[in-house]
């Protein structure tokens, strides 16, 4: 394959570094800031003599759902460990949610 080829082949992707550099940042921001608010809530929920198991299944099936769908797509097995933990510790605070504690 020549370089015009190359060219032609990534021209036609339709697909910018620079658009696909921003919507990782992105969704970096967006589990910073869910850890974040994650952390402050249940804070101050502890504080209150609330438990927060809801804010800590949101948070963990979340980056679950994330880590699970980066290791279908690159076979990373540190993405699989993550999450797998985090898929066991997001289930077990739903189940604490569903049952009440």
Same mark, same amino acid.
């Given at each position: 394959?020549? /370089?015009?080829?190359?060219?032609?082949?990534?021209?036609?992707? /339709? $697909?910018?570094? $620079?658009?696909?550099?921003?919507?990782? /940042?992105?969704?970096?921001?967006?589990f910073l800031a869910l850890l974040l608010l994650t952390v402050i809530f249940t804070?101050?929920?502890?504080? $209150?003599?609330? *438990? !927060?198991?809801?804010?800590?299944?949101?948070?963990?099936? !979340?980056?679950?759902?994330? *880590?699970?769908? *980066?290791?279908?797509?690159?076979?990373?097995?540190?993405?699989?460990?993550?999450?797998?933990?985090?898929?066991?510790?997001?289930?077990?605070?739903?189940?604490?949610?569903?049952?009440?504690?």
């Amino acid at each position: 394959m020549n /370089k015009e080829e190359i060219l032609a082949k990534a021209q036609a992707e /339709k $697909r910018d570094e $620079r658009e696909v550099f921003l919507s990782d /940042k992105s969704i970096r921001w967006t589990f910073l800031a869910l850890l974040l608010l994650t952390v402050i809530f249940t804070v101050i929920k502890e504080f $209150r003599d609330q *438990h !927060s198991p809801d804010l800590i299944a949101t948070f963990c099936l !979340s980056v679950c759902v994330g *880590h699970i769908y *980066h290791y279908v797509k690159t076979k990373d097995k540190s993405n699989l460990i993550i999450g797998i933990c985090s898929c066991v510790v997001g289930a077990g605070s739903a189940v604490q949610f569903f049952i009440g504690y």
